[in-house]
């Protein structure tokens, strides 16, 4: 009874679960027979980041929910890649400004790999997405503009432009309070108003007015900053696109989306959403679809990579450092209005340690309902699971060997292999991929002056001032250590040695007299070893430096 009264509550606050059933619900009633839509939309206008991720991952979690229970759903991503290009992201060439307000598709690629900007920035997403299991349906705006596809679309809403900028005209005097201005809105409005912005036939850019357009004839004239006067020319044969608060409701009745979720900067009163919701019904007899805000997604210790990559961390970034099945658990484990937050310091091991001890609940069976959902949705989607590292050892053990090894793969075989004494790892690939994040973790996000640095040389200034206790405390470790060389042997016998020195069995309970001299006996040892007061875990720092160096530094 308990255990039901448990299930019924997750499902209430289950947001994955309950918007899966709207999808379906509401896809059937406007649609009836169709496979329902969920939509996400991202402008490839410059790297796309982790906050970018979660108008992809949203929308997914919902789709692959619908899947999960054996219906179909379709996620749709639009590249807005017919978009202007609006400014030169910082870092990029100066030289791309000669490309402002020219479509994103149309603009050079910066690394001369790519067909164009857009795809430039497309790819390493493309790539992210597939790594963690993200299955879209792209849609490229240019290829649906160019192609014609929204031609009926277009002279729609130019016949009914009275009708849309009364609308727009109803929520401009808010826009003062307007977080997500529209930057067609904030031309100077001069005669007539157009929903339709052409890209100039001479130039490529969209400085166009448009000065007439013939409801009967469909065709349209506009002149460009750069001195041409085009038309009559009829609007199917002329580049351009709707602005973007009359293009997002086109598309909602376009590709009949059932949900798409946006950042809360678009969803506030007056925002594109609002506007495209009473456009999408008066204009392209069309619904809103279902639709929620999603909180913003930060990231901490990420700063000093950033700057020497030029912008937010990406998903590449932190797929990187973390399992694929780890960013999705950070995605699916918040609800939408809560913000997240995507460690890259010292932090990115305490969420392995979480995620490892949420794995071994759900294997044990121990988990609570709502966190065996979550666990499942992270672990991969409706297709099946994502690849694992077989043999998960602990992150920071595994940070820990990369720093000390500085990246050295035979002296790192050797260490895990006596981490795993009982039964030993075999090959590296038993501890892949996490042993590449750890090493990828440690090169980019750990500070040199964080960094272990086993000394060459003893330290014989040091050696020379030992105390008595202190040569005897070494002396119960070098005695100690062939016996007790193993993990869990070395942490005994690393803790035991001041237990020993006062008479104590090395299994004796804690005391505060002992803590303050395991304390002192560990910052004797970080001194002779790395020559600081902290550093790595001291059974993985002496078995990553094997018995002889330990020896050789602590002056036996
Ligand atoms: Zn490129
Ligand atoms: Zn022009």
Not at 61 to 67: F, G, K
Not at 111 to 139: M, N, Y
Not at 303 to 313: D, E, H, N
Not at 435 to 461: K, N, S
């Amino acid at each position: 009874m308990a255990m039901e009264m448990e299930v019924a509550v997750a499902a209430a606050e289950d947001w994955v679960a309950r918007t899966a059933e709207q999808v379906r619900a509401e896809g059937e009633r406007r649609y009836p027979g169709e496979t329902p839509t969920c939509a996400s939309g991202i402008s490839p206008s410059g790297r796309v980041h982790l906050g970018n991720l979660r108008e992809l991952m949203v929308p997914h979690l919902v789709a692959d929910e619908v899947r999960r229970e054996g219906a179909p759903c379709r996620h749709i991503l639009s590249w807005d890649d017919y978009d202007r290009l609006r400014r030169v992201p910082a870092g990029m060439p100066e030289e791309f400004a000669e490309h402002v307000g020219r479509p994103l598709s149309s603009v050079p690629d910066p690394c001369g790999q790519h067909e164009s900007w857009a795809e430039h920035f497309k790819e390493p997403l493309r790539v992210s997405l597939d790594r963690l299991g993200v299955q879209v349906t792209e849609i490229s705006q240019t290829e649906m503009y160019t192609g014609g596809a929204y031609t009926a679309e277009i002279v729609t809403a130019m016949r009914r432009r009275a009708d849309i900028d009364a609308v727009l005209g109803r929520y401009r005097t808010k826009r003062a309070a307007d977080p997500d201005p529209d930057p067609d809105d904030d031309e100077p409005r001069s005669g007539a108003y157009y929903p339709f912005r052409p890209y100039c036939a001479a130039c490529g850019r969209d400085d166009t007015t448009v000065t007439a357009f013939d409801d009967e004839t469909t065709e349209i004239s506009y002149t460009c900053a750069c001195g041409v006067r085009e038309g009559p020319t009829p609007i199917a044969q002329v580049a351009g696109k709707l602005v973007w608060k009359v293009d997002w409701p086109m598309r909602w009745a376009y590709e009949h989306v059932t949900f798409e979720p946006a950042g809360v900067d678009h969803s506030t009163p007056g925002s594109s959403f609002t506007v495209g919701a009473e456009l999408v019904s008066e204009i392209f007899d069309g619904e809103a679809p279902l639709h929620f805000a999603y909180s913003f997604v930060g990231t901490t210790g990420s700063a000093k990579m950033s700057s020497s990559r030029g912008g937010a961390p990406t998903p590449a970034d932190a797929l990187e450092i973390f399992e694929a099945p780890l960013v999705r658990w950070l995605y699916a484990r918040r609800r939408p209005e809560q913000s997240i937050t995507l460690a890259f310091d010292a932090e990115v091991g305490r969420v392995y340690d979480e995620w490892d001890a949420l794995s071994r609940k759900v294997a044990e069976g121990a988990a609570e309902p709502a966190a065996r959902v979550i666990f499942a949705r992270a672990s991969g989607p409706a297709e099946g699971p994502l690849p694992v590292t077989p043999r998960p050892l602990p992150f920071r053990t595994l940070a820990s060997v990369a720093d000390i090894t500085a990246g050295d793969q035979a002296q790192i075989l050797r260490i895990v292999r006596d981490l795993t004494a009982d039964d030993p790892v075999a090959d590296l690939d038993e501890v892949r991929p996490r042993l590449d994040c750890a090493q990828a973790w440690v090169r980019e996000y750990v500070g040199p002056e964080d960094r272990t640095q086993v000394r060459d040389h003893p330290d014989a200034d040091r050696l020379a001032e030992l105390t008595d206790e202190e040569r005897g405390a070494l002396k119960l470790l070098m005695d100690g250590m062939p016996a007790y060389w193993s993990l869990g042997g070395l942490t005994t016998l690393l803790y035991g040695v001041p237990k020993l020195q006062r008479g104590l069995p090395i299994s004796a309970p804690p005391t505060p007299e002992l803590k303050a001299a395991q304390r002192d006996w560990f910052i004797l040892l970080y001194r002779l070893l790395i020559g600081k007061d902290t550093g790595p875990r001291l059974p993985t720092l002496l078995l990553a430096l094997g018995q002889d160096r330990v020896r050789a530094l602590i002056g036996g």
